[in-house]
């Protein structure tokens, strides 16, 4: 079975324009949830959807958001890039009611 | 809110030595309660978790036991090995399992 993939695996962005990540989850998951890992702040819930609704949030601002595809792939997305939103972006998808699995991540570079 | 304390790391340790890297929570619920671990270069792998108090988790040697009277589930291993070697994170949840709080993360060094 295949993992979850996310794409890209490096993106290099420049302060002020937006971005797009992409996460197809494990076959048969109908949860995705959305992760920022930062050196200062560890990892942190940024939302979760299930099919295709937000079923949680964490407390990040509106800048960032996402969406949830009817074929369970989801999509998160940055706009007005700031510096400190250079992370490594992780996906996870799940089984309602069961643990996490994650993809290795998209390391995003805001210059 | 709910939060997750680890030990600060890096634990560095020989090859076959006994690991223990604590953990303490703090929740309002009865959360839920995992390590992940994540190797160089990639992202999070569940290695075990409980669910409700005095449940042990166990995986690949490794154990931790969800302690509710002291907050805590402390991961341990009895012989570590090399290929251990990567940052270990504790974490809760207590609305289902996909909204998580994680740990800052422990990095284990083992040398041979």
Same mark, same amino acid.
């Given at each position: ?111 | ?10 634990? /560095?340790?020989?090859?076959? $030595?006994?690991? /223990?890297?604590?953990? =303490?929570?703090? $929740? /309002? ?6 390590? #992940? ?8 792998? &569940? &290695?075990?978790? $409980? ?13 931790? =036991?969800?302690?509710?009277? %002291? ?14 070697? $990567?940052? #270990?994170?504790?974490? &809760? ?10 740990? %800052?993360? =422990? ?6």
């Amino acid at each position: 079975k295949a993992g979850v993939t996310q794409t890209p695996r490096y993106l290099i962005k420049t302060r002020g324009q937006q971005v797009t990540l992409s996460c197809s989850p494990i076959s048969g998951h109908r949860s995705v949830s959305w992760y920022q890992q930062t050196p200062g702040q560890g990892l942190q819930f940024l939302f979760e959807y299930f099919s295709e609704t937000q079923r949680n949030k964490g407390n990040f601002p509106g800048r960032f958001s996402g969406r949830q595809f009817s074929n369970s792939r989801s999509e998160m997305n940055v706009s007005t890039l700031e510096l400190g939103d250079s992370a490594l972006y992780l996906c996870a998808s799940s089984v309602d009611n069961s643990p996490l699995h994650f993809g290795n991540g998209t390391r995003l570079t805001v210059t | 809110g709910d939060s997750v304390t680890q030990m600060e790391g890096p634990v /560095t340790l020989s090859e076959e $030595a006994f690991l /223990t890297i604590n953990c =303490t929570y703090t $929740a /309002t619920g009865y959360p839920s309660l995992f390590w #992940y671990v994540q190797y160089p270069g990639e992202g999070l792998q &569940l &290695l075990l978790k $409980a669910t409700k108090a005095d449940d042990k988790g166990s995986n690949k040697g490794f154990e931790a =036991t969800y302690r509710k009277e %002291t907050t805590s589930f402390h991961l341990e291993k009895g012989s570590v090995q090399v290929s251990d070697s $990567a940052v #270990y994170f504790c974490a &809760l949840s207590d609305q289902g399992f996909q909204k998580l709080v994680f740990g %800052t993360g =422990t990095r284990l060094l083992v040398s041979p």
